[in-house]
């Protein structure tokens, strides 16, 4: 990992390439530095002008005494080789290269070979492709964005340079504070993970905020220890990995799901969009609730019931409790006015009507969580609510979460600048504004995780034994006996099953093991589709039956493929119960990764399921059967209800062996009240030579 400290508390900074130009960017990040009030040492290095903006200037960085803080690089890139050695023989700390010419345009020699020098010199690089960066804190912009920045607690990473840019000055209008803004471009060195860990421990900095498009290296980013709110809205949803993948997982897997997999994990919040991701980022600074009880103070029914059903759309709950509700709230209304909670305080309430009721729910143990909403009525000044509900905030200490919604016109949007301004997050928008809400209980949950260090398991000898015999007979794909004996291995569930030879020991094994119903597989290396040749056979009810059966399933396949190896057959006894899917895949940047999802006739069409990448625990395994859509049908569907803690060890099964193999599918996994059972699993090895994948993590 590298050190960022350099680039928020430099002490001495060089811009190379600070033109007297006021058209070119070397110039603008000169001014911005000076006109943003840095106090360190400022360094222009120029080869002509002896002097840039007031400021001595230096033909090289040759010339300057050694220990320059921090560098910036702005000239052509053709260059830029060159000044970064410089860097190296000045003992620069940290480099940010503006320029833009390297791996984007797939110049990628040349931009490792700046990383070289980073790497060799103990430099941190920061770039290139970027448009700076800017800490409020330190007084620093040394970026060509606009000069000012709207000074709070978020700290603002960004991939796209044109985009934060264009949001430096939309967060000023928005009244959306910034500790910090980085452009991290091309990441040809420091990456989110260096930036998250520096801002972690920086007490000006209450949220994190990434926009990214792709993460470069997805071993080292499962590291990252998220210690503060973290939101994160990742663009570029792609189906890579679904296309070049044939087995059913991988075939509903596609990178973006994977992603979503590691943020859950990680415990960092994805948004969908801007919106979101800043309305989320400004809502984190709130404090967190002590609870789940939600309380609604409006003057309007009609948003009231709206902003009811968006709480119970994400999952907030609100307070219910009729009679404490009427003591309470009774005195701040009229008699027309409804405690049911929303508390409606009725379309004449004024801002005195509003103080008595927001008093209480900030005073009140039992309110968790206050919601206020405002509809803009001629007999109430939407400002006057605005500062009640700031100087009500404020007085009680700020303890538990307020979230504001007001719809009205121009006076209404002044009152909610006003409210953002005093972070108290307003938006004219009731699901915004729940939303906000919500995030902030999400981070909550995320908080009170247990986190443990993971390992990845060596891989039990006896199931590498079994891998080892099917690689001998120049197969990587196991047989169905195969796969059950190792699902056996490792701990999965399955209904009982054995593997036979004749039809006189499948009568034996059925009636000791108590199999009936049950059915009935042909087991051969060159039959791929069994259904075809009539190598499979359900519900087989008795001895008699199976004995028959068996002989003339020979017979059929004899005839049908007189030359397919016919071991024998395996026998399983028949289970009901709701199908789900459990699967692994390995993702070209994150490794083995876990899928679950419900099975059947639709998985492929919904693609309901969700993922873990190698390793997680038991939690973890739970969360990710509560991610699919269809979670309620797990709770009770047709008398049948599923069995999570044999879903879970399935889980925590499968994932030990997930980094040595390709693939496996466990279609289905019946699941009913008394258990999970794997009632078939196919499992493909890595060609041999090819590497434990998620290594180290
Ligand atoms: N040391 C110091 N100064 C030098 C050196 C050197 N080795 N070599 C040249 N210079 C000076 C030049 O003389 C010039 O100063 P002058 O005006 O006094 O003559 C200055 O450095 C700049 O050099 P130019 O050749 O004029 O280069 P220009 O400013 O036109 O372009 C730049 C340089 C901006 C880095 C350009 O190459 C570039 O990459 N532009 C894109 C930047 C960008 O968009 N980054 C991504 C941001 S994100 C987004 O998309 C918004």
Same mark, same amino acid.
């Given at each position: 990992m590298k050190n960022v400290d350099v680039f928020f508390q430099p002490k001495r900074i060089a811009v190379v $390439?600070?033109?007297?130009?006021?058209? @070119?960017i070397g110039h603008q990040i000169l001014k911005n530095i000076i006109d943003g009030g840095y106090e360190g040492e400022i360094i222009p290095i120029n080869p002509?002008?002896?002097?840039v903006l007031g400021h001595k200037a230096y033909k090289?960085?040759?010339d300057v005494a050694p220990g320059v803080d921090m560098v910036v690089i702005t000239i052509p890139s053709h260059l830029v080789l060159g000044a970064m050695q410089e860097c190296a023989r000045c003992k620069a700390k940290g480099v940010a290269i503006?320029?833009?010419?390297?791996g984007e345009v797939g110049k990628i020699k040349e931009e490792l070979e700046l990383k070289k020098i980073a790497d060799d010199n103990n430099i941190s690089l920061l770039g290139p492709n970027i448009f700076g960066l800017a800490y409020a804190p330190a007084k620093l912009n040394a970026s060509? /964005?606009?000069?000012d920045i709207y000074p709070g607690k978020i700290a603002f990473i960004t991939q796209s340079g044109a985009l934060g840019i264009g949001l430096m000055g939309w967060t000023v209008m928005k009244k959306i504070g910034l500790a910090a803004l980085v452009n991290l471009g091309n990441k040809s060195d420091v990456d989110e993970l260096d930036m998250i860990h520096y801002f972690n421990k920086?007490?000006? *900095?209450d949220v994190i905020l990434i926009y990214m498009? $792709?993460?470069?290296d997805g071993i080292k980013f499962l590291k990252t220890k998220i210690e503060k709110p973290t939101v994160v809205l990742k663009v /570029?949803?792609?189906?890579r990995g679904a296309k070049a993948a044939a087995s059913h997982t991988g075939s509903l897997s596609g990178s973006d799901k994977i992603y979503d997999a590691v943020f859950n994990q990680l415990g960092i919040m994805r948004a969908s969009t801007f919106t979101e991701a800043f309305s989320w980022a400004r809502a984190l600074s709130l404090p967190s609730p002590t609870g789940d009880d939600v309380v609604i103070i409006t003057n309007g029914g009609g948003i009231g019931v709206a902003t009811t059903d968006e709480c119970e759309n994400q999952g907030l709950k609100i307070l219910d409790d009729p009679e404490w509700l009427e003591t309470k709230f009774?005195?701040?209304?009229?008699?027309?006015?409804?405690? @049911?909670?929303?508390i409606d305080v009725t379309g004449g309430a004024g801002v005195e009507g509003y103080r008595k009721a927001i008093e209480i729910a900030l005073a009140?143990?039992? *309110?968790?969580s206050v919601i206020v909403l405002y509809c803009e009525t001629a007999v109430t000044d939407p400002m006057g609510i605005a500062e009640c509900i700031t100087e009500l905030y404020d007085a009680s200490g700020r303890q538990k979460p307020v979230v504001v919604s007001m719809v009205g016109g121009e006076r209404t949007r002044d009152a909610l600048t006003y409210l953002n301004a005093n972070n108290i997050p307003g938006s004219s928008l009731v699901d915004g504004t729940v939303s906000a809400l919500k995030i902030v209980h999400t981070w909550r949950d995320i908080k009170a995780r247990q986190k443990s260090e993971l390992v990845i398991e060596q891989l039990p000898a006896k199931i590498n034994d079994v891998f080892d015999a099917v690689r001998k007979e120049g197969r990587d794909i196991l047989m169905e006996h195969e796969a059950r004996l190792v699902m056996e291995l490792c701990g999965v569930p399955t209904p009982p099953w054995a593997f036979v030879q004749s039809a006189d020991e499948a009568v034996k094994v059925a009636d000791q093991k108590q199999m009936y119903p049950l059915a009935m597989k042909i087991a051969s290396p060159?039959? *791929?589709?069994?259904t075809d040749v009539g190598g499979v056979v359900l519900n087989i009810r008795d001895g008699q039956e199976l004995r028959e059966k068996f002989n003339s399933m020979m017979e059929k396949i004899k005839q049908k493929q007189p030359t397919a190896k016919l071991l024998g057959v395996n026998l399983i006894k028949m289970v009901s119960g709701i199908e789900c899917i459990i699967g692994t895949t390995t993702d070209p940047q994150f490794g083995a990764a876990v899928m679950f999802g419900l099975g059947g006739v639709f998985v492929e069409a919904l693609k309901d399921v969700a993922f873990r990448v190698v390793p997680f625990d038991e939690k973890e395994a739970e969360r990710l059967i509560g991610e699919?859509?269809?979670k309620k049908i797990l709770e009770g569907f047709r008398g049948m209800s599923a069995d999570k803690p044999s879903i879970i060890k399935t889980l925590i099964a499968i994932q030990k062996l997930a980094p040595y193999v390709k693939e496996i599918d466990i279609n289905p996994l019946l699941t009913n009240q008394n258990g999970s059972y794997a009632v078939d699993a196919r499992i493909v090895l890595k060609s041999e030579g090819s590497s434990t994948s998620n290594h180290g993590h």
């Open positions: $390439g600070a033109s007297a130009d006021s058209k @070119k002509s002008a002896p002097e090289s960085l040759s503006i320029t833009s010419g390297f060509f /964005g606009p000069k920086d007490k000006n *900095v498009e $792709g993460i470069k /570029g949803r792609s189906s009774r005195p701040t209304m009229p008699d027309f006015g409804s405690t @049911k909670n929303p009140e143990e039992k *309110v968790k060159d039959i *791929v589709h069994k699919i859509k269809a």
